[in-house]
C-alpha cells in the first residue's frame, strides 16, 4: 500500500475515532446513567478503560513489528513499531493518569497496586527507554536495533511482571475494589463504554497509519535529498 | 560447546583480573555498598521501623544499584582503546561473550551480595539471620537474572550518549519482578519461615535467571554486531 | 584469492558514507585507501572486513558472501587501528595470549615471543601496555593481528603517532606479508606513504572512489588535484 493511501486511511479512521469521542463525551455527561455506589466518578472509566486498552494494542503492534525488524531488517517494520510506540506512550499516560484520578475518591489513594496500573506503569518505563535508546544512538541503524530488543525483552518479561505485582497484591490487600465492569453494567453504560472503545482504536488506527505515512515518507525524503547532493555528505 | 564454554571462561576471567588490577575501581564500590548501608541505618529511625522489617528489601536495592554501575564498568574497560572491538573479530561467538562478561559481571556481584548483607545487618542491628543456605539460594538465581540483565543492556548503554544515566530506565522496568521476588524471599528467610512458604519465590526467580541469560544469549549478536 | 566490493552504498542515518564504491583486494597486494577526512575510508574498510553490513551492495570473497557474523571469515582477517585495541592493565604477552586462545590457537610462550620479535617489540613481553609507549604499542597490536596468519589484513591509520622509526618497521612488516601472499588494505590519510608503499592506490571523496590505479609517483599529482578539486567541504 502506497503511503498516500496510507495517509488516507489514517485520515478517515482518526475523523471517525474523533467523532466517535465525541459523542462518548455527550454520551458521559448527560446520557449514562450515574453508578449507584461510586456516582459520578465512575464516568472517568469511559476514558480509562479504552484507554488502556489501546495502550496494550498499541505495545502488541510494537513487540511483533519490532521482532519483524530484528529478522528482516524491513525499514517498514521499524516505522509500524515506532509509530505504534508514540501512540502507546500516550495512550499509556492518559490511563496512567486517569486511573490514580479515580483510585484517589473511589479508593481514596492515588496510587494503588493494582496489577493492571502496575504492569502499564512498569511497561510505560521500558518504552520510555525504547525511545531514549533509539535517539541517543549515534548510528541510527543501530538505535533501531537496540529499540526492537528493548520492546522484545519488555514483551517477555510481561508474565514475570504480572505474576509479581498479583502476588504483592495478594499480600497487600488494598482497599475494597469495585469492579465498575462486573456483569450487572446497566446496558446503556455498556453501550457509553463500547462507543468509547470503538472511538479510542479508531483514533489509536488512524493516528497509527498516519504516523506510519509521514514516517515513511520522511525516511524516503531523506533519500531524495540525499541523492541530489551528488554523493554523500563528508 | 566446549569451545563456547572455553570462550566464555577465557573472557569472564580476563575482564576479573582486569577488575582486580585497576584497584581502586573494585574499592570504590566496595566503599559505595558499604555507605549505603551505613546510611540506611543512618537515615532510618529505628524505633519506628525495625531494621528487620527492612532489611531484606535494603539489601536487595544496595545490590541493584551497585551490580547495574558495574555493569557498565566492565564494557568501559572494552573500550578503553577499542579493544572490544578486537575479540569481536576473532572467531569467538556471541553467546560465549555474553556468557563471559555475565559471569564476570556475577563474581563481582556476589562480592557485593555478601558485603551487602553483613553491613546492612550490622549496620540496622539485625542479630537474627535465618538460614544462611537459605539467603544464598534466593540470592544465587537473583543475582543470576540480575547480572544477566545488566551486562545485557550495560553493553547497549555504552552506544547511547545519555552513558549511564539510561542504564536503570532499561534495566529497573525488567527487574522489577526480580526486586519484588528477591526481597519478599529474603524477608521470609529472615523471619526464619518454613522453606515451603519460600520455594515458590525460589522457583520464580530461576525462571527469571535462565530466560534472562537465554534471552541474553540468543540477543546479544544484535547489540555487539553492526 | 580475491575481496571484492560491489556497489557499496553506506548510510549512517542521513548521511550517506559510501554512495556505490566498487573495490578488490586479492592476496600478494597492498591497496590503500586515501582521502580526506569524512570521505569514507573507514566505513569502506569496516564494510571490506564484514564488521559493518552495508545498506546496499556486497562484499565476496571468490564469489561468495563475506559477513562478519561468519566466525569462519573472522578467523582470516587481521585487524590494526589507530586505537591500539589492547588492555592496558595486561602485559603484551597476556594480550597476545588472550586473543590467541579466542582464535583458538594454544600459542606457547616462545612462539608469541617470537611473534612479537618479529615485529620490533623485542623483549616488551612482559611489560604492561599501560606502561608502554604509542610505538611499542602499535607494535604489539601488530603483532596480535598477526597471531592467527591472516590471510587479509585490514589496517586503519596504523601510522598516525608513530615515530619514523616505528613508521619504517611497520612498513617493513605489511611489505613482508604482502610478499608471503597476504592481502593488504590500508586506510591512510597520508597519500605520500600510500603512493610509496602500495601496489594500488584507491582514492575516495565524500563516499565515491575518484580514481583506483597502479601507483606510482608521477601520478602523484594528478591524485593531489583530486584530493584539491571542487567545493571544500560542506
Known sequence: ?234 | ?226 | MTLEGRRIVCDYGPVRALAGIDLHAAGGEIVAIVGPNGAGKTTLLRVLSGERRPDRGEVTLNGSRVSGSDAAWRARIGLVSHRTGLYEKLTAMENLRFFAALHGLARSGRKLTATLDAVGARGLAGRRIEALSRGQRQRVALARSLLHDPEFLFLDEPFSGLDPEGAAGLERALVARRNDGVAVVLVTHDLRRGLRLADRVVVLRRGRKVLDGEAAEDEAAEILDHFTAGAPDP
Not at chain 1, 203 to 213: D, V
Not at chain 2, 131 to 153: E, M, Q, R, V
Request: proline fraction near 4%; charge should be positive; glycine fraction near 8%.
Open chain 2, 1 to 226: 560447546m566446549m569451545r563456547e564454554l572455553r570462550w566464555s571462561w577465557l573472557i569472564a576471567r580476563k575482564d576479573l583480573s582486569l577488575e582486580f588490577r585497576a584497584g581502586g575501581r573494585l574499592l570504590s564500590m566496595i566503599a559505595f555498598v558499604v555507605l549505603a548501608g551505613f546510611l540506611f541505618g543512618f537515615a532510618l529511625d529505628k524505633s519506628q521501623v525495625p531494621g528487620r522489617a527492612v532489611v531484606a528489601s535494603l539489601t536487595w536495592l544496595t545490590v541493584l544499584f551497585a551490580s547495574t554501575a558495574g555493569a557498565g564498568r566492565i564494557f568501559d574497560m572494552e573500550e578503553e582503546d577499542g579493544a572490544f572491538r578486537h575479540v569481536l573479530l576473532t572467531p569467538v561467538s556471541r553467546r560465549a561473550v555474553f556468557i563471559g562478561k555475565t559471569v564476570a559481571n556475577l563474581t563481582l556481584t556476589w562480592l557485593i551480595t555478601a558485603l551487602s548483607f553483613v553491613a546492612l545487618t550490622s549496620f540496622l542491628g539485625v542479630r537474627t539471620w535465618g538460614s544462611l543456605a537459605a539467603h544464598a539460594a534466593i540470592f544465587l538465581p537473583g543475582t543470576i537474572g540480575l547480572s544477566a540483565t545488566a551486562t545485557f543492556f550495560g553493553r547497549m548503554s555504552r552506544h547511547s550518549n545519555l552513558g549511564d544515566s539510561l542504564l536503570p530506565v532499561l534495566t529497573f522496568p525488567l527487574l522489577a519482578p526480580v526486586m519484588f521476588f528477591g526481597a519478599t524471599a529474603s524477608a521470609r528467610v529472615f523471619m526464619a519461615l518454613p522453606w515451603d512458604e519460600i520455594s515458590g519465590l525460589a522457583r520464580l526467580l530461576w525462571a527469571f535467571a535462565i530466560g534472562s541469560v537465554a534471552v541474553g544469549a540468543v540477543l546479544f549478536h544484535h547489540v555487539t554486531d553492526e
Open chain 1, 1 to 234: 500500500m502506497g503511503s498516500t493511501r496510507v495517509r488516507t486511511t489514517g485520515l478517515l479512521l482518526a475523523w471517525a475515532g474523533i467523532a466517535a469521542i465525541l459523542l462518548v463525551h455527550w454520551m458521559v455527561a448527560f446520557w449514562v446513567p450515574t453508578e449507584a455506589a461510586q456516582g459520578v466518578v465512575q464516568r472517568i472509566f469511559y476514558v480509562h478503560v479504552p484507554a488502556a486498552w489501546t495502550t496494550f494494542l498499541a505495545f502488541g503492534i510494537v513487540a511483533l513489528a519490532s521482532a519483524a525488524y530484528l529478522w528482516l531488517e524491513d525499514e517498514r517494520a521499524d516505522a509500524a513499531a515506532v509509530a505504534a510506540a508514540e501512540g502507546g506512550l500516550i495512550y499509556g499516560a492518559i490511563m496512567l493518569i486517569s486511573g490514580p484520578l479515580w483510585g484517589r475518591i473511589a479508593w481514596g489513594t492515588y496510587w494503588t497496586w493494582e496489577p493492571r496500573l502496575t504492569l502499564t506503569l512498569l511497561l510505560w518505563f521500558t518504552y520510555l527507554g525504547y525511545f531514549l535508546i533509539r535517539g541517543s544512538v549515534a548510528d541510527p541503524r543501530r538505535g533501531k536495533r537496540f529499540a526492537a530488543v528493548v520492546a522484545i525483552v519488555g514483551s517477555l518479561n510481561i508474565p514475570l511482571i504480572h505474576v509479581s505485582v498479583s502476588w504483592f497484591r495478594s499480600l497487600h490487600p488494598g482497599p475494597v475494589v469495585i469492579k465498575p465492569e462486573g456483569p450487572t453494567l446497566h446496558p446503556d453504560m455498556l453501550t457509553t463504554l463500547l462507543v468509547s472503545l470503538a472511538g479510542f482504536t479508531l483514533l489509536f488506527l488512524g493516528l497509527f497509519a498516519l504516523r506510519y505515512s509521514i514516517e515513511l515518507v520522511g525516511r524516503r525524503q531523506a533519500r531524495v535529498e540525499d541523492a541530489a547532493l551528488a554523493g554523500g555528505v563528508s
